[in-house]
């Protein structure tokens, strides 16, 4: 399998302080890879790094064959970072039509509003952002990343806060994307979502693997526990991600 990202002996150091120690995977074309971890464990400075946020301390990431530069780049990402990034002042039409400029997508309000009918919130493209819940919000942003079909979406706790619902038709739209040929990496803490939708994974502790393979061989170096129970054993009982 080809490589859309490669990451290699990477190592990150803040102020002296070393977050990721010797780090390396890749993310086959058209995978879905699960970037497992709790809080503080360099997940972030990871994908920062891979999208050019920060300069590594040591090895090398790279982006289909390249250092990822988005002024450069054949590779288009889709990144839905954990803090959103929503003007909360503004409707919902302005802001996605607003990164729909950004993306040059064409035909950009009837995009948009064919996706607002699909998440529920056809009525909603006129009222403020800051006027919706949270969940509302978490759509508007999905619709932002994977607007004009990015081959690389990376997706940070995509589902977050949601009920089995909505759970189910935002991943039913991360599906579809795959089916055309993204590929995606996913942080996520739901073991269902992982078990469903990943080829591969890798569970990230202290800036180091401590896992990395598809869900049957991490299953295997466990003795065939289940993932919810290797998360426990990996990160404890009170574990966040």
């Avoid at 300069?55 to 590779?75: A, C, H, I, Q, Y």
């Avoid at 400029?101 to 006129?126: F, H, P, S």
Wanted: one cysteine or more; proline letters at 2%.
């Amino acid at each position: 399998m080809k490589s859309m990202v490669e990451v290699n002996h990477f190592k990150m150091a803040f102020s002296g302080k070393t977050l990721i120690k010797d780090l390396s995977f890749t993310v086959g074309k058209g995978e879905i890879f699960g970037f497992l971890g709790s809080n503080g464990s360099g997940k972030t400075t990871t994908i920062r790094a891979l999208l050019g946020f920060y300069e590594p301390t040591g090895g090398e990431l790279l982006m289909d064959g390249k250092k990822f530069n988005p002024e450069d780049s054949d590779v288009t990402v889709g990144y839905l970072p954990e803090e959103r990034g929503l003007y909360r002042k503004e409707t919902v039409m302005d802001n996605m039509l607003y990164f729909a400029e950004l993306k040059k997508l064409q035909n950009a309000r009837e995009w948009i509003l064919k996706y607002l009918k699909r998440v529920g919130l056809a009525d909603k493209a006129d009222q403020r952002v800051d006027k919706l819940s949270g969940g509302q919000q978490q759509k508007i942003q999905l619709g932002i990343t994977i607007m004009g079909d990015p081959k690389l979406l990376i997706l940070d706790e995509p589902t977050k806060g949601f009920d089995p619902i909505n759970r189910r038709l935002l991943m039913d739209i991360i599906d579809e994307h795959h089916a055309k040929g993204a590929s995606i990496i996913m942080v996520t803490h739901y073991m269902d979502e992982v078990e469903r939708f990943c080829d591969r994974a890798l569970l990230l502790k202290d800036g180091t693997a401590r896992a990395y393979g598809t869900i049957k061989e991490i299953k295997r170096e466990f003795g065939g526990k289940s993932l919810d129970q290797i998360f426990v054993d990996v990160y404890g009982e009170n574990h966040e991600q």
